[in-house]
C-alpha cells in the first residue's frame, strides 16, 4: 500500500486553516483584539530596533570612528546658565594639532551664509551654502570618493567636492571633475577637484558642496579665538586631564 504523503500534507495544512479561519469567525472581537495587539507589538519592537541601530551605528562607518573626536565649546553665561556649542574657533585646532602630538590631523568644517552656485557650462543657477573645508576633512574622514584625490582635493585655492546628487543637478553626470563653477559675483572660478558619494542619513556631516579652506583669502575667521601662550598651556592642561 502506497501513501502520497505529499497529498496528506496539503490536505492537513488545508484543514488547519480552515479550522483556524472558523475559530476566527466564531469569536469575531477577541480575534480582533489579538490580531491589533499581534501587529502594534511588532510594529513596535521593529521601529525601536530601527531606532537603536540607527544610534548605535551613526558616524560609526568611518574606519577610524572609535579614534575620531568631536571639540564641543562649553559655555557658561554671566548668569550661570551653560551652554554646548559643536565647534570652536580656527586656532584652537591648529594650537592643538602643533601643540599636542597625541593629535594625529584635525578637520575643519565651517558655513558662512548661502550663494548663487552656477555651472559654467550650463549656466544652471542654484541657491547653496558656502561651506569651507580643511583639506583634513577628507583624511580623518572616509567618505567615499567616486572622483578625485583625497589627500589633495581640499588644498588648492578655488577648488571644490561636490556630492553625486549635486553634481547630477549642476551638470546632469557625476563625470565633472575638473568642470567649473562660479560663486556669487566672484570674478575667479572654482574648479571641481572631486566628487563624494551622497553622505548616508546617519551622519552628522553633510553639504551639498564645500570649497577649500584656502579659498577664503580673509583671514579674519582664522583669529575668531586669540589664544595666548599661557592659555594654550592651559588648554593643553585641561585637554590632558580630560583625556585621563
Same mark, same amino acid.
Do not use: C, W
Given at each position: 500500500?502506497?501513501?502520497?504523503?505529499?497529498?496528506?500534507?496539503?490536505?492537513?495544512?488545508?484543514?488547519?486553516?480552515?479550522?483556524?479561519?472558523?475559530?476566527?469567525?466564531?469569536?469575531?472581537?477577541?480575534?480582533?483584539?489579538?490580531?491589533?495587539?499581534?501587529?502594534?507589538?511588532?510594529?513596535?519592537?521593529?521601529?525601536?530596533?530601527?531606532?537603536?541601530?540607527?544610534?548605535?551605528?551613526?558616524?560609526?562607518?568611518?574606519?577610524?570612528?572609535?579614534?575620531?573626536?568631536?571639540?564641543?565649546?562649553?559655555?557658561?553665561?554671566?548668569?550661570?546658565?551653560?551652554?554646548?556649542?559643536?565647534?570652536?574657533?580656527?586656532?584652537?585646532?591648529?594650537?592643538?594639532?602643533?601643540?599636542?602630538?597625541?593629535?594625529?590631523?584635525?578637520?575643519?568644517?565651517?558655513?558662512?551664509?548661502?550663494?548663487?552656485?552656477?555651472?559654467? *557650462? /550650463? /549656466?544652471?543657477?542654484?541657491?547653496?551654502?558656502?561651506?569651507?573645508?580643511?583639506?583634513?576633512?577628507?583624511?580623518?574622514?572616509?567618505?567615499?570618493?567616486?572622483?578625485?584625490?583625497? /589627500?589633495?582635493?581640499?588644498?588648492?585655492?578655488?577648488?571644490?567636492?561636490?556630492? *553625486?546628487?549635486?553634481?547630477?543637478?549642476?551638470?546632469?553626470?557625476?563625470?565633472?571633475?575638473?568642470?567649473?563653477?562660479?560663486?556669487?559675483?566672484?570674478?575667479?572660478?572654482?574648479?571641481?577637484?572631486?566628487?563624494?558619494?551622497?553622505?548616508?542619513?546617519?551622519?552628522?556631516?553633510?553639504?551639498?558642496?564645500?570649497?577649500?579652506?584656502?579659498?577664503?583669502?580673509?583671514?579674519?575667521?582664522?583669529?575668531?579665538?586669540?589664544?595666548?601662550?599661557?592659555?594654550?598651556?592651559?588648554?593643553?592642561?585641561?585637554?590632558?586631564?580630560?583625556?585621563?
Amino acid at each position: 500500500m502506497s501513501i502520497d504523503v505529499t497529498t496528506n500534507l496539503k490536505s492537513m495544512i488545508r484543514n488547519y486553516f480552515k479550522i483556524a479561519f472558523r475559530n476566527l469567525v466564531k469569536t469575531k472581537v477577541f480575534s480582533f483584539i489579538n490580531i491589533i495587539g499581534l501587529t502594534v507589538g511588532i510594529t513596535g519592537f521593529l521601529l525601536t530596533a530601527l531606532y537603536i541601530f540607527d544610534e548605535l551605528t551613526f558616524d560609526r562607518f568611518h574606519k577610524n570612528a572609535s579614534n575620531i573626536y568631536r571639540l564641543v565649546d562649553n559655555r557658561t553665561s554671566d548668569g550661570g546658565k551653560q551652554t554646548k556649542i559643536a565647534g570652536a574657533g580656527y586656532q584652537v585646532s591648529e594650537k592643538g594639532k602643533k601643540d599636542l602630538p597625541e593629535i594625529k590631523d584635525v578637520a575643519r568644517l565651517a558655513t558662512f551664509s548661502r550663494i548663487n552656485v552656477m555651472a559654467t *557650462e /550650463n /549656466n544652471r543657477v542654484f541657491y547653496e551654502d558656502f561651506t569651507i573645508g580643511s583639506p583634513g576633512l577628507l583624511t580623518v574622514f572616509d567618505f567615499p570618493l567616486m572622483q578625485g584625490d583625497r /589627500n589633495s582635493a581640499l588644498t588648492l585655492p578655488q577648488s571644490a567636492v561636490v556630492t *553625486e546628487a549635486t553634481a547630477r543637478k549642476l551638470f546632469g553626470t557625476t563625470q565633472v571633475q575638473g568642470k567649473t563653477l562660479q560663486i556669487g559675483n566672484d570674478t575667479l572660478l572654482y574648479k571641481i577637484s572631486g566628487v563624494l558619494r551622497d553622505f548616508p542619513v546617519n551622519s552628522s556631516i553633510s553639504f551639498n558642496i564645500i570649497f577649500s579652506e584656502s579659498s577664503v583669502t580673509n583671514d579674519n575667521f582664522k583669529k575668531f579665538i586669540s589664544i595666548v601662550k599661557e592659555r594654550i598651556i592651559s588648554l593643553q592642561s585641561k585637554i590632558e586631564i580630560f583625556l585621563l
